[in-house]
């Protein structure tokens, strides 16, 4: 059985042909397109399963190539962003991307997130947005998250962490699985100095994400 086909859109060869590389070696199938135009007829065309979608493109940029897409089809799309301050943007205002990755970046990584989104997108239910566990909510959309309603400075990889902890409160998970949630491929051990970064942001809910010693982490269901 042939792979799933990932549409790489990067103006820069270099990058392209390792994201290329890296992802046949995984198994998918890839086309590429250098700019948003040859995007947007490529995608019509092949019809993808995922696109890989860089934001700064020649003769049309990438936020216009995803409300095009957006407006007809529900493509998975996992955006490549030099700038993390873009992900609000991308995200919080629904404008549809799936996913998103910040250069410089790893390959091994972007075909973790790509698995991971294809899993996702796979699925028969997409998981809510929203999720709240006694004091602590989180709006993965709009990348914002509260305890006892007062909103927390986190960045937007530690709101996503925050999520499957409170998505899943009273679930010991492994590191492992956090990790699988997560779509990266880093050591399974860089999840505690993840944790121990997130406790120290969570204010007076940092109590609630529990250590299972030998094991991994919890967040406590609400009393």
């Known amino acids: 059985m042939p792979g799933e086909l990932v549409l790489v859109v990067e103006d ?14 995984s198994g998918f199938r ?13 995608w ?29 089809d ?10 993390a301050e873009e992900v609000d943007r991308l995200l919080g205002l629904e404008l549809g991307a799936d996913d998103y990755v910040v250069k410089p970046f790893s390959p091994r990584e972007v075909v973790a997130r790509v698995k991971a989104v294809l899993r996702r997108a796979q699925g028969l239910v997409r998981p ?15 990348f914002r998250a509260r ?9 937007p990889f530690q709101v996503r962490l925050l999520y499957h902890f409170v998505a899943q409160a ?19 051990r860089t999840v505690d100095a993840h944790v121990k970064n997130l406790r120290a942001r969570l204010g007076p809910c940092a109590e609630l994400l529990e250590t299972v010693r030998g094991y991994g982490y919890r967040l406590k269901e609400a009393p």
């Open 74 to 83: 529900k493509t998975p799309i996992l955006i490549l962003t030099a700038k």
């Open 128 to 142: 809510p947005s929203h999720v709240q566990a006694g004091p602590l909510e989180v709006d993965l959309e709009a």
């Open 170 to 188: 009273g679930k010991a998970l492994t590191r492992e699985e956090v990790l699988e949630a997560l779509g990266t491929e880093a050591d399974a």
């Open 147 to 155: 305890c006892h309603g007062q909103e927390l400075a986190l960045t």
């Open 44 to 72: 019509r065309r092949a019809r993808p399963d995922l696109i890989l979608l860089d934001l700064m493109l020649p003769k049309l940029d990438g936020l216009e190539v995803l409300k095009r897409i957006r407006q007809e």
């Open 30 to 42: 890839t086309e590429r397109a250098g700019d948003g135009e040859r995007a947007l007829e490529l």
């Open 12 to 25: 820069e060869p270099q990058i392209a042909d390792t994201l290329e590389r890296y992802l046949r070696a």
